[in-house]
């Protein structure tokens, strides 16, 4: 655990918690909706009247649907009929993840082509075996996604291509304003808005618990490429809208979220009461366990900030008595599309796209905007940008 005031820092590991020392702080006054203090909708909090102007611009911004750039060069589909893709995902129990997989498959498949879904555990030990295993019965590609990190594969991926096989990633690294990271063993990849992402969701921390300084519990996953990335944008907030702020840091390895992040939120809550915000920096079935811990404890006063996905089925409760208060929300079939599409032009010889720009973005969904966000097409996202790739493809 690390706890940071930006006066010092320290480390213990996540079991630790259940000794972790009480803070309590005098008198907070919590709404009965949850989010911290309470605060009139009008009343600047401790922010000054520019940052509350910036912060709601901004957060306006993210709660937009996207636009979505899609390539112009059309993919030469026919010349790949036969080949053979491998797929697997960081972790086949994060619901998204799961999706997206067999999204690709059955995409694949349409393209005339042959699919595999190799199911992960969320360790890189599985990682590895799906490498060897794709590799030794010659595929024409793999597929990394949901953050399956290429720098812990090295080996695997220099065998793989050294076989003449493609191996692409989806989403891997933090686009950074059109600088981000690429993988010098991939042949190809997509980035993701990653801090653009996490920062909506710390700002709109931020906006909903003005009324004074607060604790943040933030849960990590830190062999994830993209949790590093996460709260170093979770901290730049706070720095900047909120000093005072106490950030606590758990690492919740990502095979383990299933069984470890609910009772590390329940203790983090009793050790530190004045925990207003709990954020997972890797999202989807994390946030979802998350939030579990906060609802067993009856923490009305404690919301859910997350980022990287949410099942659409927890999202539909948010507004409801939810601790769901700020979710930037990708889109699984835009994620699946933008990366095929960069796999696609590798396998054929193409040149491919910038990393940085053919992106799937992301999407904050809050309690005001969560009935609009349900009823726009392909889950928040509409339809535009999934027409224009079947059309590259030769499907439209």
Not at 238 to 262: G, M, S
Not at 314 to 321: E, F, H, P, R, S
């Amino acid at each position: 655990m690390t706890r940071t005031n930006y006066r010092g820092a320290r480390r213990i590991g996540v079991t630790a918690l259940a000794v972790a020392s009480v803070i309590v702080l005098a008198g907070c006054t919590t709404d009965s909706a949850g989010g911290g203090t309470s605060v009139a909708d009008d009343d600047y909090g401790f922010l000054t009247e520019a940052q509350y102007d910036e912060i709601t611009t901004e957060l306006a911004a993210a709660s937009a649907i996207p636009e979505v750039p899609v390539p112009d060069e059309n993919v030469d589909v026919a010349a790949l009929a036969g080949k053979r893709v491998f797929i697997f995902p960081s972790a086949s129990f994060l619901e998204d993840c799961d999706v997206i997989s067999k999204q690709m498959v059955d995409q694949v498949e349409e393209l005339g082509m042959e699919a595999t879904y190799f199911q992960t555990d969320g360790s890189p030990a599985s990682w590895v075996q799906g490498m060897q295993q794709a590799t030794s019965q010659g595929y024409d590609a793999i597929v990394l996604l949901c953050g399956a990190d290429p720098d812990l594969l090295g080996p695997q991926v220099e065998a793989a291509t050294a076989a003449g096989i493609t191996v692409t990633a989806g989403a891997l690294y933090d686009t950074e304003g059109g600088k981000g990271r690429i993988h010098e063993l991939l042949s190809a990849q997509t980035n993701s808005p990653l801090t653009d992402s996490y920062r909506a969701t710390a700002l709109q921390a931020v906006l909903d618990n003005r009324g004074e300084p607060f604790h943040v519990l933030q849960l990590t996953a830190d062999e994830i490429p993209s949790s590093p990335v996460f709260a170093a944008a979770a901290k730049a907030v706070y720095e900047e809208y909120c000093p005072e702020c106490e950030i606590t840091t758990v690492n919740v390895p990502l095979a383990d979220v299933a069984t470890k992040a609910t009772p590390a939120v329940q203790s983090a809550l009793v050790a530190d009461p004045d925990i207003k915000v709990v954020m997972p920096v890797f999202g989807g079935t994390g946030t979802t366990y998350a939030a579990a811990g906060v609802t067993a404890l009856g923490r009305s006063d404690v919301g859910i900030y997350g980022s990287y996905g949410m099942p659409i089925a927890d999202l539909k409760q948010m507004g409801d008595g939810s601790p769901l208060k700020g979710v930037t929300r990708h889109n699984n079939l835009l994620r699946m599309m933008t990366t095929l599409d960069q796999t696609l032009r590798a396998m054929a010889g193409q040149e491919i796209v910038d990393a940085n720009v053919y992106v799937d973005p992301n999407r904050l969904v809050t309690p005001e905007n969560i009935a609009e966000f349900l009823e726009v097409s392909n889950e928040g996202f509409g339809d535009d940008a999934i027409d224009k790739y079947r059309v590259l493809w030769g499907l439209n």
